[in-house]
């Protein structure tokens, strides 16, 4: 929702620094245009830059949140921020004796930085990414929160630290330099999924969601997590108190995520996710009958037959609650706006394939004349689970089960039966054996997301992408293969990446995004539910399911036999109709000459996919594509473009 900006230089001057720090924010405009403001101390400079449609339309106090540069004694912050559940936050420090100057997200960090110490971190509950100076202990601190919704990038070249909310930001420091990241840059192109903090700039880093970066005089900047969700499975209560739980901290959860006054608008699908954020959405404004909000449905249209189908659910649920969705046909959706153009614009080569459908559901949005979107995001990371639940009835020793489970599989093949139960059981040094048995290499881990055929395994190997994407996966729980799965979910840096590219689609629309079931309360408590409770025989999501009874219509929340929902028919149809101008990609090359790529190869791939429909091989092409297209119109030198640099250490 704003552009920040920090940049700390020992010896620096002041205004060298704040000169700095303001290019970086002229550098973000999509962040902020309209205000700005820049603080400076010796050697070092913090600023931040708005649009003037945020101070007041979500859910902020118009006058002290149109503040994101706070200052308190020697502390000052930036902070791109949005904190809910501010009276418990405002009512702990208080508590703890700091007297608020303010009810602004920036004025709130900063109060519980200097009430709570480093343990400040745990009490804020919201989305955000914030710089924060502490001039007497001369230390910067930098976060994001553990959804990743708002981005934070930074650099140490040339013994400065620079930081900007995104990688033009940081840039636009011309001490960095823009040099291109050849395994970074491939691990995009192959559709890998949690290749660490590295960017497709050398000298470019991304905090990873989660995280907090200190830096303090003498000592090299340190990033380490704070936050993680449940470690350990709590089969107590049972399903019908604990479906009550859900209803009331998802309830409370999307209240704090409406807008203070007037319309806030919801995506609204057919599944189980969204729907029940609406549901919960609706109970809380029942409460409050008379506040003057509304929660108004936004819904993507799709041909009947088509996988994406949920038209009638979606209707049924909005009438539920007297109401009508704001419908977009989706085939009057272009998956591909301008190629080029849209590549040249973007600081990075990853593209998300659903950003047309989320900008329209932005300007449904405002055509609600809502500056706050709803969503369902977390419903599949918290409530659903894979088949690798088997590998915890496994460990349970409940064999009987196990058969009962498995036999509700739509792949019941010895195959599958070790892939999913037997395998997550085993260690890594257990895997490695068998595989140096069998004469294979290093086995690869069941969440890994398998290389495209068109990529050179040995470019992958003397350039240690495949290694870096092993020791940049985090330590994930043992002794249950649900929480693993949550987990690599939540903390690997592809969902970060995902929702930081969402976050800035809806707001470059001129609407904020907010994701209820990525509460920290709602994911504590359903992070830690047993597999029963989110998938049993062929019931899936059966806590939230049972939590929404009475709040969504009873067609809605009954079992289905197949999924629906599914963006499947609007990708392939969006590709084909893409193919003229895809098919140029697919000629020998920068990904060729780099010899990441086997061209020959990706063009039989492409004609496997044209004539198959494959979504698995149309998914890999779309970011080998996507990132092909990007080298192609960034390789041209200067401040957008850069020269191909080596992994940095």
Known sequence: MTGISARTARGQSGPDNERLVRASLEAMPRRGRDESRVWADAGVSLGAAWHSWQAGSVGQDPVSWAVPVAIRGACAIAADATLYYRDDLARAVEKAGVVLAGNAPSELILAAYNAFGDAFLARLEGDFAFVLWDGARRRLLAARDFAGKRPLFYSTAGGALTA?????????DTRVSPGLNVA????????????GSDTCRAAVRELPAAHVLTLEAGRPPAVTEFWQPPTTIVASPGLDEAALHVLELLTRATEERLAASGATAISLSGGWDSTAVFGAGQRALRRAAGSGRSLRPASMSFPKGDPGDEDDFIAETAAFWHT??????????AMFGELRGAARERDEPFAHPFEGTNR???QAARRLDARVM?????GDQLFAVSDVYLADVLRSGRLLELVRQWRTRGDRSVRALYRNAVRPCLSARTLALFARVRGQGAPRHYLDRPIPVWFRHAFLKAHGILLQEGTARPSLPRGSAVLAEMHAYLRFPYAARIAAHVTHYLESEGVEARSPLLDARVVAF???????????????????????????????LAPRPYKTGLMTGYFLRGMQRAEAELTPLLAAGRLADLGVINPETLRRAWGYFVQSGDQAVGGQMYFTLQTELWLREHEAGGAAGGRLAPNPA
């Open 324 to 333: 009508k969705p704001e419908w977009i046909r989706v085939d009057d959706v």
């Open 184 to 195: 970074s840059i491939a691990a995009t192109a192959a559709g890998l999924w949690r290749h």
């Open 526 to 556: 359903a992070g830690s539910r047993p597999w029963h409770d989110k998938e049993d025989a062929k019931e899936t999501k059966v806590l939230l399911r049972r939590a929404m009874q009475g709040a969504l219509p009873e067609r809605l």
């Open 164 to 172: 900007a909310s995104t990688i033009g930001g940081v840039l636009a």
């Open 360 to 362: 329209a559901l932005a």
């Open 374 to 378: 709803l969503d369902g995001s977390g």
